[in-house]
């Protein structure tokens, strides 16, 4: 059942993330990009025009994001719109994610995200009764795929304690060029800079966003198949997508669910409670 080395474990530790090489197959990345490609053809953007963007956070008070944690939702980049509130390219080539609950939904995308390897790794960090509590299918289009300013996975999904663990697959390959993630390399070890919290009027973050210091990031350039996993309060962002390819990823945010309380003030508020993983 154990899949991580002490070697592993010990990086994981110290540096606040980790990478599993090959950890999905071919025919799982395949099968997760080709039945996606059928969900955006099928889509009709006339009916959101919801924009999801790190950056300007008002949009997210729209019922559209709060409803699409126990849905399949589009969410399109910021530069995707022209002045006249049209798109200016295909849709294909304009929504920055869909979320957030293909894992629940979408047969290709559970079989990856409850496999037994999933399983295995939250086990191996400790995990006693991990559900996931949100899935993304991130896109990070040529040219316009906008950055993701400096943040921690533990402001968004906050249990006391914390337990969210990141894990992002890299379902084409991720370098520089196009907009692979950034760490600060031990930063998981200072502890959560601030909270992402949820109210009558929305949501928005207790405090502003500290400034770091650019030269402490370092890349994180991985191939297709790639696991990148994140410690809940690893300092991590990525930059805009500056080549002609894209990048695609699909992420899971995994949390406990005993010895540890889900916050009621979290923005992810479900009407069902999500099934676990495992219970150990």
Known sequence: MEILSSEQLQFFDSQGYLVIESFASTDEIEFMMKRMQQLVDEFDPSSTASIFSTKNQQQSTDDYFFDSVERISFFFEEKAFGDDGKLKQPKQLSLNKVGHALHEIEPAFKKFSSSDKISSLMYSLGYKRPVVM?????????????????????????????????LWLALEDANTLNGCLWAIPGSHKNGLVRRFLRDEDGVKFDRPSPSYDQKEFVPIEVKAGSLVVIHGDLIH?????????????????????VGCKWAPENWIRRKVEPEPLFVS
Do not use: W
Request: aromatic share 12%.
């Open 134 to 166: 949100q899935s993304m299918y991130i896109f990070k289009q040529p040219g316009i795929g906008g950055e993701v300013v400096p943040h921690q996975d533990n402001s968004f999904l906050y249990t006391e304690p914390q337990t969210c663990t990141g």
């Open 237 to 257: 962002q990525s930059f805009e997508n500056q080549s002609p390819k894209s990048r695609h990823a699909y992420s899971l945010h995994v949390v406990d669910t």
